[in-house]
């Protein structure tokens, strides 16, 4: 007990320790509490976030069968240009080896005469004799383009009587 009297001793300084945790605030809930306050957020949040996501997903969906019907555009489109493509491609072989076929047979059949043309000459002139096959004639435009000396460029060429023609670059 303290002497209201006695004006010489200094009461000691009390303090009180607080206890280890977290203090208690005085709203504690109980667990039954919890669970039902749980259930109700999910609850809140389940249509709000149904709902976003639905409408997200039915616009992703249709943007998605847009890109598909695009790609099914162009696949029809690409089929029917490779159908073309297919024929071009056919008749491309088929006129390669007629072609080859009616070149291999001028060849050996028929005559091929040089002739050369002056750069500003609207006119052929025919130079030598005939010669049997191309490579003659190619052989022999060669041997003319080097041995031209006049300064004058010239273009030459090659041509059979069925009107096949092989032509060269204007030389010097």
């Known amino acids: 007990m303290i002497d209201h009297l ?9 303090e009180i320790k607080r206890g280890r945790g977290r203090p208690k605030s005085g709203n504690a809930l109980t667990p039954a509490q919890k669970q039902k306050a ?9 249509t709000a976030n149904t709902v976003a996501n639905l409408d997200e997903n ?4 249709a943007r998605l069968l847009e890109a598909m019907e ?3 555009s162009l696949k ?10 297919e024929k071009a491609r056919k008749k491309l072989g088929e006129l390669e080896e007629k072609l080859k076929s009616n070149v291999t047979e001028n060849q050996i ?8 043309r002056g750069k500003n000459s609207k006119k052929w002139t025919t130079i030598g004799d005939p010669i049997e096959t191309l490579d003659g004639a190619k052989a022999a435009i060669d041997y003319m383009q080097n041995k031209s000396i006049s300064g004058e460029e010239w273009t030459w060429r090659a041509m059979q009587e069925s009107g ?3 032509t060269t670059k204007a030389s010097r």
Do not use: C, M
């Open 58 to 61: 039915i616009e992703l969906r």
């Open 76 to 85: 029809s489109k690409l089929r029917a240009e490779y159908k073309l493509g």
């Open 38 to 46: 749980y259930r109700e957020r999910k609850r809140g949040n389940v």
């Open 109 to 116: 059949t028929g005559a091929w005469v040089i002739q050369k």
């Open 6 to 14: 006695d004006k010489q001793t200094t009461s000691l300084p009390l």
């Open 70 to 72: 695009e790609i099914e």
């Open 164 to 166: 096949l023609t092989y």
